[in-house]
Nanobody, 117 residues
Framework: QVQLVESGGRLAQAGGSLKFSCAVS??????????MGWYRQAPGNQRELVAA???????NYGDPEKGRFTISSDNAKNTMYLQMDNLQPEDTAVYYC?????????WGEGTQVTVSS
């Protein structure tokens, strides 16, 4: 069973920064063997892609996040990160860590991020 443990700051002012971590545990699988990414869901909206690693080893970002958010990983720690800079009130949402391995789709518990103006 894969467990995704999220941690990071939850509150920021507009223009500020937050960084999230997603540690993979409870399994022999590593972040290099799974498709990893971050998603978010704002009230009344569908869950949407924030950033994800591609199978080619590059990164994809949602349009609102390009140039402001950075996805990275530390393979030795089996941990994925999301650095969020220049946060805006519209970035307020619940952020989720995601891992996909074949037919299995795993989600972190979600972290509420609130950005005040």
């Amino acid at each position: 069973q894969v467990q995704l443990v999220e941690s990071g700051g939850r509150l920021a002012q507009a223009g500020g920064s937050l960084k999230f971590s997603c540690a993979v545990s409870g399994s022999a699988f590593t972040i290099t063997t799974m498709a990893m990414g971050w998603y978010r869901q704002a009230p009344g909206n569908q869950r949407e892609l924030v950033a994800a690693f591609t199978s080619a080893g590059t990164s994809n970002y949602g349009d609102p996040e390009k140039g402001r958010f950075t996805i990275s990983s530390d393979n030795a720690k089996n941990t994925m990160y999301l650095q969020m800079d220049n946060l805006q009130p519209e970035d307020t949402a619940v952020y989720y860590c995601n891992a996909v391995l074949g037919p299995w789709n795993y989600w972190g518990e979600g972290t509420q991020v609130t950005v005040s103006s």
